[in-house]
């Protein structure tokens, strides 16, 4: 079990990676969090920071089974068993390929199989369906504005990010955020009914009419 892997008592944060010359990420274990954990050092796509003039990278921390954390403070709420806490890895779309039928045993005419292969040829091809950015099943709009609070490596503190909802996919029933600097991530509607109303206060507290679909101006 992760959540026993090890104590938050004395946790000692990892040591971050160095990206290496021309590289973009970087990734390597983490013994002292746990067994199978690992951390994964990303450069940002702005390349450098806002405060001083160097490359500016984000690190994550992965669980065993794959949950994705953004800072040493959300392993520990995991590890002390708190619900909801990091990103559940997405499931891979099915392949969507089917078993053929097996025959019969009564073959075809060769008549009738040239007439099928002429009428193929003959139909134009289908277009490809463009699926919808977001589904009408979906309880959150397109635009939803939400805040979450992950760790800055920048200030080296924890800070509330702004973002919003990008898409919905109706298939697992998660939505895709972007924050203000670039990462995304995908929650479930449990999740985002939390973060969407933490930005609902951070409005109301600097005095935002907090409409949903609607960023702050910069």
Partial sequence: NAKCSAATTGLKTPIKLTLPSGKTEASGACPSIGEGWTQKVVARKNGIT????????????????????????EVKRFLDGEEGVGETPKKPPSSGKKTPAKGRGRSKSPNAAKGKAAASRS???????????????????IGTSVSKVFHDEDLDDERPFSGEVTSYDAEYKRYSVR???????????????????AAERLNAKNGESGVKGKRKDK
């Fill in 179 to 197: 924050y203000e600097d670039g990462d995304e991530e995908d929650v479930s509607e449990r999740e985002l009914a939390v973060i969407a109303k």
């Fill in 123 to 141: 139909k134009a091809p289908k277009k490809r369906a463009v699926s919808k950015p977001q589904a009408a099943s979906s309880k959150y709009a």
């Fill in 50 to 73: 806002s405060s001083v003039k160097k490359a500016a990278s984000d690190r994550y921390f992965y669980s065993p089974d794959g949950r994705k954390f953004r800072s040493m403070a």
